[in-house]
């Protein structure tokens, strides 16, 4: 429990982290942790593109590397699951089919001195 409890804390601090970093560059968050259509979302952000734009984000970290890069676990099943959640969001707040999506992957590698990639349209719906 303990390990879980830990594991949770440092998921919630490192989403903190990628949001004050996704502001940094222009984005403003809207929500955090949003559960849908048995999927979650790490956090919703509004982008100022010229158009309304949602921006759903997966955040992925990793202590450090050595089983592998986040990305690396971010599979078309993850990805469906996002895509399922980010519609029901969509309908939910009334701007399905009234704003642009786009779906961005933010990695974090370490700690101390955490790595963050950032990759702006990471994934396109498919289908």
Do not use: C, Y
């Amino acid at each position: 429990m303990a390990d879980e409890d830990s594991t949770r804390a440092r998921g919630q601090r490192v989403e903190a982290q990628v949001a004050a970093f996704l502001a940094r560059h222009g984005l403003e968050l809207v929500a955090t942790n949003v559960t849908l259509a048995n999927a979650e979302l790490d956090l919703v952000m509004r982008a100022d593109t010229g158009e309304p734009t949602i921006v759903f984000v997966e955040v992925r970290s990793r202590r450090d590397a050595e089983r592998g890069h986040p990305v690396e676990t971010i599979d078309a099943t993850k990805r469906r699951r996002i895509v399922r959640a980010a519609t029901a969001f969509l309908v939910a707040q009334g701007l399905w089919e009234r704003v642009a999506v786009r779906f961005d992957v933010v990695t974090v590698v370490g700690d101390d001195a955490p790595q963050f990639e950032w990759w702006p349209s990471a994934f396109e719906v498919d289908g």
